[in-house]
């Protein structure tokens, strides 16, 4: 990847709906080299899909929480795939110390959280400890941010 390749990365992030023409021209490239270098980059993997961003203060009941579990070894790959398949969780870690994994949750209150996740996960013999963070107020949500190491 190059300059421009990281530049295309940038502004796409930023803005996924730019459209080719106006990213080409402020970059300075053609609209036609931008479409390539962007299906260049889906196919290589670099960009997995595009998407869009809810903002969750416009719904009620979303309680945005994350937990650290630790686990045994043994029960990681267990763990891991219940977490996985669970449509709330949005994000999922493995991690180093203290804990093995960690899970960003969104449900529609507490007692959810214990009900459709916290139960369930401490009932795996492997899980030695969930701990959740409740959310209060998003301060900044970025989806990602494009740096160049050189």
């Known amino acids: 990847m190059d300059t421009i390749d990281h530049a295309i990365l940038s502004e796409l992030a ?12 402020q970059l300075d ?5 931008v479409f390539k270098r962007i299906e260049k980059l889906k196919t290589s993997g670099v960009i997995e899909g595009f ?6 203060d416009y719904f009620a009941d979303s309680l945005i929480s994350f937990l650290t579990i630790t686990v ?25 110390e203290p804990s093995d994994f960690m899970a960003k949750v969104v449900v529609s209150s ?19 400890e969930i701990k959740p963070f409740i959310t209060v107020k998003r301060i900044k949500e970025q989806n990602w941010s494009v740096r160049r190491y050189d």
């Open 14 to 25: 930023r803005d996924g709906r730019i459209s080719m023409a106006e990213l080409g021209k």
């Open 29 to 33: 490239i053609a609209p036609s080299t």
């Open 51 to 56: 998407t869009i961003a809810i903002n969750p």
């Open 72 to 96: 045994s070894p043994d029960d990681k790959e267990e763990v891991a795939s219940f977490l996985a398949n669970h449509d709330s969780i949005l994000e999922l870690y493995e991690t180093l």
């Open 110 to 128: 507490i007692t959810n959280l214990k009900n459709e996740i916290l139960i369930p996960l401490s009932r795996f013999a492997g899980v030695k």
